[in-house]
């Protein structure tokens, strides 16, 4: 079992920056990749951006490409998202996801999510 809570979600302007935190816990956090995925109102769920366990290798979606960094802490089981130049269309529900390590896909571990609402 994986645990994550993530934190740091909140109303922000356009331009303006936000840091979302996920910590994790239950079983070695350093097994899995980690990502970030979002779902705005009457959309499905999509993937942000992704981090391997070095953090050597990061992937992210084209429309934060520029915008968003990843980044993990495997010494405090935290992965956390800097997300700059926020734009309208940046508001949703951010989770993020321990990813398996093999393929970078999704597992059932997800956290609770944070609300990111961006207004022009």
């Known amino acids: 079992q994986v645990q994550l809570v993530e934190s740091g979600g909140g109303l922000v302007q356009a331009g303006g920056s936000l840091r979302l935190s996920c910590a994790a816990s239950g079983r070695t956090f350093s097994s899995y990749a980690m990502g970030w995925f979002r779902q705005a109102p009457g959309k499905e769920r999509e993937f942000v951006a992704a981090i391997r366990w070095s953090g050597s290798t990061t992937q992210y979606a084209d429309s934060v490409k520029g915008r968003f960094t990843i980044s993990r802490d495997n010494a405090k089981n935290t992965v956390s998202l800097q997300m700059n130049n926020l734009k309208p269309e940046d508001t949703a529900v951010y989770y993020c996801?321990?990813?398996?390590?093999?393929?970078?896909?999704?597992?059932?571990?997800w956290g609770q999510g944070t609300q990111v609402t961006v207004s022009s």
């Open positions: 996801n321990a990813l398996y390590a093999a393929t970078m896909s999704p597992s059932r571990y």
